[in-house]
Every structure is written in C-alpha cells, then in structure tokens.
C-alpha cells in the first residue's frame, strides 16, 4: 500500500478530507539535459569575435544546479511533513475517548460524577487551597490542603457546596492559591477533560482536541494523556 493510500485512509477515519496539493509537472520545465542542450546552441552560435568566458559558462551552471537542488529539497521537505502529518493523524485517532490534563481555569462536573484535577507544586506550599466557582463568579466550594510538599498534588470535587447542597452539572471556574515564602500565590491548575473528538487542521493550524463540555484547545497545551 502507498503512503498516499495510507494517508488517505487515517484522513477518512478521521472524517477528514485531505486536498490533492500535488501539481501536474508542466511540459514547459526546462530539464537539466534541455539546458545543456541550450547551452551547446549558445556555444555553437557565439560571436567568435566575442566568445563565451569560462567563467560564464560555469556560473550558468551551478545557477541552474543551485536552482535544482532546491527544488529537490522542496520536494523532499513536503514528503516529511506528509509524514508528520500522517504520524499526527495516528495519535489523533487514540486519543478519541481519552482523559488529558490540560492547564485551564475551566472544568466540568459531570452528571453523577467528579471534576478533577491536578496542582504541580514546584516547592512546598501553605494553605493550599482549590476554589470552584461559577459562571457568574459566586463562591460554590472551597477545598483546603493545608500544607503541602513539593510534587503533584491531585483534588477532586463531587459537586458539593459550602452549604451542604449539591451543584447541579455544568462548567465550573476552578483556581488555586498557596502561600509561598509568606506569599498568596496563584498556581497552575491542570484539568482532566475527555476528548470528543479531533481535528487536524490544514497548515500551521495543526491537530486540536475538542474536550466534553470545555470546547477545543490545542495538542501542544496537553500536559498528559491517561
């Protein structure tokens, strides 16, 4: 099976389609062997009064060398990123269903479930505390830690408030505060998501996750996949 082929097939599994870039050679290129060819007309026809230098000759051809060799490297750069882009096209495919931790100030509390997530601490921490609020920025929860070492701290939220009810389902703003070196310091929060689905977008766009409840954000801004 071609890589052709087998590009196409991770696009249509994708549901994507991928547009034929790919140009017929027009029958005006002027080849290596058409310009010796010229080249020879030009010595054949020289004033002989005037004759072609050396020095010509020669700069002609490795311009015409420089100009192929160029075009070669075009060439097989566009084969690589073809590659990437298919190898891009294969991890698309896994992560379909997944959970990947991502660096956001958003979550979502499933029906019946738990939000998650995790802090990485890059030093012990006091008073380390997770804040959930809503859309409107009321206070729903506060989860306090304490005082934590250095590492990965990881929380989780079932949904419920500083009253005792419970929140109902939705999208939730989630941030994190600890003391360090007598300071309140705002940390990093990174929340578990699902992936939906993916898209592979065409040129520097390049391959987003589209994650249950929080909307796209891009491959590079996933810290870990589950």
Do not use: C
Not at 19 to 47: G, I, P, R
Not at 124 to 134: E, L, Q, Y
Not at 169 to 193: C, F, H, K, Q
């Amino acid at each position: 099976m071609s890589t052709d082929s087998v590009t196409n097939d991770l696009y249509a599994s994708l549901g994507l389609a991928q547009k034929d870039t790919k140009a017929d050679k027009s029958s005006n290129e002027l080849a290596q062997e058409d310009f010796l060819e010229l080249m020879v007309a030009q010595l054949t026809h020289q004033d002989p009064f005037k004759p072609m230098e050396n020095g010509d000759f020669l700069s002609q051809m490795a311009q015409f060398s420089s100009v192929s060799g160029l075009d070669k490297l075009n060439e097989s750069f566009s084969a690589l990123s073809a590659s990437m882009t298919s190898n891009q096209a294969m991890q698309a495919g896994a992560l379909v269903d997944r959970e990947v931790l991502v660096d956001t100030n958003l979550g979502l509390l499933p029906q019946g479930g738990t939000l998650n997530g995790v802090v990485d601490l890059t030093s012990s921490a006091g008073a380390v505390t997770v804040t959930v609020k809503d859309a409107t920025g009321a206070l729903i929860k506060e989860i306090p830690f304490g005082t934590q070492p250095k590492g990965r701290l990881e929380f989780s939220w079932d949904g419920s408030t500083e009253s005792g009810d419970y929140a109902p389902p939705g999208v939730y703003r989630i941030s994190t505060e600890a003391v360090i070196d007598s300071e309140n310091i705002m940390l990093p929060t990174l929340i578990a998501a699902r992936v939906d689905s993916v898209n592979l977008g065409p040129g520097q766009q390049g391959l987003t996750l589209n994650l249950d409840g929080l909307g796209s954000v891009a491959f590079g801004d996933v810290a870990q996949i589950r």
